[in-house]
């Protein structure tokens, strides 16, 4: 079951049976928020980072980039210069990822389901 406080302005608590990770509308998530590969100052929830991520671990123990909220994600690049509104958030689930991505010229590739391009030929 998933606590309920983890949610930023606060949650309708269901119950469900299966993780939200797992489920046929989500098969691109990941349990964790992370940035990409390249490191650009963006957080996703894809399942694209390296396996060596699991193992990578801070002074105190915790995963270094793999973070379970995407506050906890951007916070990395905040502490390390990045602004936190200069952060993007892109939910692999989320019915808005292919227009979020695109307008913000990120990978769209990571989001369920896939994006489509449409090309305007004028003649």
């Known amino acids: 079951e998933l606590s309920s406080d983890q949610c930023h302005g606060g949650c309708d608590v269901t119950s469900s049976t299966t993780p939200a990770s797992t489920t046929p509308e ?16 963006y957080c996703t929830n894809s399942n694209d980072y390296p396996p060596a991520w699991d193992n990578e ?4 123990g915790n995963k270094m980039y793999l973070f379970t909220s995407i506050d906890d994600c951007c916070a990395f690049f905040t502490q390390h210069g990045v ?3 200069l952060c993007g958030e892109v939910d692999v689930c989320s019915p808005d990822c292919c227009t979020y991505t695109k307008e ?20």
């Open 26 to 41: 989500c098969e691109m998530a990941s349990l964790y928020y992370h940035p990409p590969a390249t490191m650009d100052p």
């Open 83 to 85: 602004p936190r509104d």
């Open 104 to 123: 913000n010229g990120l990978p769209f590739a990571q989001c369920e389901g896939g994006c489509t391009t449409t090309t305007t030929t004028t003649t």
């Open 57 to 60: 671990l801070d002074e105190e």
